[in-house]
């Protein structure tokens, strides 16, 4: 797993080199049904990538953020200093620091897949606590296409490929620190160390229990690389 407080402050020179990374914000920022002034939650918000193209798309919004790592915090906080609109705390997705029925609309860009399996029913409901009825959910991650355990030999598969597709993918389109990152990152994703790929179907049952419905799924090209934008909405 990444040292997300030693690469906060070169993250965007990293994840900005790829089409990818900045395609999917796009998509997921389209994605979003709600009103110019709706209170918004950004879970893991990094450098605030998520939260610029909030603003850019809904400039009455209120964004409040929240990350684990104190380094994102304070790249976050610095970008948005003299920012009004923007609030950036220091939390776990886990105990969001913040009162029940407080936004309308939560996003999370390539963070949720860092939840432990057994803790995502928790994680759930925790983002259900702090949603308005009726709110949205809106994430965008990295998945894989065969649930199994650790060992299976399809599973392991289908996570190479698509660790290393996105890695030449990023090679090709002049993401070398990235193509780089993602290459790092693999041994973890095999063992599930930090990172914890999964198939859509296990988060959509993990926010079933909690109350979420209308789920929708949006493949990001090029598909066979796994990220997709799941969107999701929380019961009156």
């Not at 809904?58 to 409040?64: G, L, R, S």
Request: charged share 25%.
């Amino acid at each position: 797993m990444a040292d997300w407080d030693s690469i906060s402050f070169q993250y965007d020179r990293i994840f900005l080199e790829s089409p990818l990374y900045i395609d999917t914000i796009r998509m997921l920022i389209s994605s979003l049904e709600c009103g110019d002034g709706a209170v918004f939650l950004d879970i893991g918000c990094g450098t605030g990538n998520v939260i610029a193209a909030i603003l850019e798309r809904f400039e009455n919004a209120k964004i409040f953020a929240v990350d684990s790592s104190a380094g994102m915090v304070h790249a976050c906080s610095e970008r948005f200093a003299v920012d009004e609109r923007v609030s950036v705390f220091q939390g776990n997705v886990l105990s969001l620091p913040f009162t029940d029925n407080s936004f309308d609309c939560a996003t999370s860009h390539l963070v949720l897949h860092h939840v432990k399996p057994e803790d995502r029913i928790a994680c759930a409901g925790e983002i259900a606590r702090v949603l308005k009825p009726g709110g949205l959910l809106v994430f965008a991650d990295m998945f894989c296409d065969v649930p199994g355990k650790l060992e299976d030999p399809e599973r392991c598969r289908d996570i190479i490929n698509k660790i290393v597709n996105t890695a030449l993918y990023c090679l090709d389109h002049g993401a070398f620190q990235m193509m780089l990152l993602m290459l790092e990152t693999l041994p973890a994703d095999i063992k599930q160390e930090g990172e914890y790929l999964s198939t859509v179907d296990e988060w959509f049952l993990a926010l079933s229990q909690h109350g979420f419905s209308e789920f929708s799924v949006t493949r990001v090209p090029p598909e066979d690389l796994g990220i997709r934008i799941l969107k999701v909405r929380l019961l009156q």
